[in-house]
């Protein structure tokens, strides 16, 4: 059995190590872009595309370290995760060309596949097994603030010092801050539950159930992270095409990420154990209604309907896209089951910037509510079809307490 001891020092250690390592790996260029463009003589949108970059790496790297998890843990993929990114960023803070500069985040995302969320998740999963839900979502409210927390802190570094200056910094955080609590949580993990979990799965399935579940949950999951990525870069211009001015468009599209924390803090308090799939499929229907409603009400009234269903849906569906596999399928399978989820859904991810900024400019608001209304559509059906594929295995299904 997994301990059950509260992993208080775990979730701390790794809540501090995500927000340092996404706000340095791959939230930075939404801050640093124009001075490196102006540095580089590249355009603004090839170097705001630095996250790009680290997205398409991120999900190729990850796959690759599906059977990795199992064979040496996730704690030293964590380690040697933050070191590679410490040592990326270096070369990221020498770079002298556009190309080195892709580069760099190529190499920033082959390292953030091993110090961030898959990982982390993996290592509490060791930890607790199939009681790991709360402390991954304990993480997650950390690490949603990543943005919120990384932005100002990044913008100031780079107005004093410069954004190499600034690069070298994130390093020395990746290097001295990260590494140092990524070997105590792995110490850890090694000392409480060496062994704990099964070398096979707990439950059987068929291989072609198996593979009916991993379909179902890719299509989900991948659908659901196009349409939040991808309104993650257009939303604000978005609102103003819808009527909103300027500052009114900024503040409704700021507090999404506030709604989203508190989404997740709510589950956290309130229903921390509710199936991973009724929870995934309840958020996933609040999504095409949040469209409708910034479409139909329009003005500040349907922008602020659409900012509350939003955010409370994309709040949910985070939690539940890292707690769904914990839930389908043993906990000894936790690490290489997200690790073969993030090629498609981190593919999508990349993709879905492009996709929405193209279709507002070629065919403007409405048409981007409607695509994101379909996908919507096709991650809730593929979620439904998920829940009855699931009841069909009862023993890998979690009970309601």
């Keep these: 059995m997994a301990s059950t001891r509260s992993p208080i020092t775990l979730i701390l250690a790794l809540s501090v190590t995500q927000i340092i390592g996404w706000a340095t790996m791959f939230s930075s260029p939404a ?40 064979r040496v843990g996730s704690g030293p993929i964590l380690v040697m995760g933050s070191i590679a990114a410490s040592i990326a960023l270096v070369l990221l803070g020498l770079a002298q060309n556009a190309w080195q500069y892709a580069a760099c985040f190529l190499a920033l995302g082959f390292a953030g596949a091993g110090a961030l969320t898959t990982s982390s998740n993996t290592l509490l999963t060791e930890y607790a097994g199939k009681d790991a839900k709360r402390a991954i979502i304990a993480v997650m409210l950390g690490s949603g603030l990543s943005s ?16 190499r200056w600034t690069v070298f910094l994130f390093s020395a955080a990746n290097l001295i801050v990260c590494v140092p609590l990524h070997l105590l949580a792995a110490r850890q993990v090694a000392a409480n539950v060496a062994g704990s979990l099964p070398d096979e799965p707990a439950a059987a399935q068929t291989m072609d159930h198996h593979k009916r579940l991993f379909r179902l949950l890719a299509i989900a999951v991948s659908a659901i992270g196009f349409v939040t990525w991808g309104f993650a870069v257009v939303i604000v211009e978005l609102l103003r095409a819808f009527g909103l001015d300027a500052s009114n468009a900024i503040a409704l599209a700021a507090l999404v990420g506030v709604v989203q924390v508190g989404a997740r803090l709510a589950e956290f308090i309130f229903v921390p154990k509710m199936q991973a799939t009724r929870s995934a499929i309840a958020a996933a229907t609040l999504f095409p209604l949040s469209f409708m409603a910034l479409v139909l009400l329009q003005g500040v009234v349907g922008a602020a309907f659409f900012v509350i269903l939003y955010g409370v849906a994309s709040g949910g569906m985070s939690i539940a896209r890292a707690t769904l596999p914990l839930e389908l399928f043993d906990a000894a399978s936790y690490g290489a089951m997200t690790s073969r989820l993030a090629l498609p859904m981190y593919l999508a991810f990349a993709a879905a910037p492009f996709a929405f900024g193209a279709t507002l400019d070629l065919a403007g608001p409405v048409a981007v509510c409607a695509l994101a209304i379909a996908v919507a559509l096709l991650a809730l059906a593929a979620l439904i079809a998920l829940r009855r594929a699931a009841n069909d295995s009862p023993a890998q299904i979690g009970r309601e307490a």
């Design 148 to 163: 919120s927390i990384g932005f100002p802190i990044i913008a100031l570094l780079a107005e004093q010092f410069g954004w």
């Design 31 to 70: 801050i640093l872009a124009r001075h490196v463009a102006s540095d580089l003589g590249t355009s603004l949108p090839f170097a705001l595309a630095g996250s790009s970059f680290f997205l398409v790496a991120f999900a190729f790297a990850s796959r690759l370290l599906a059977h990795q998890y199992r």
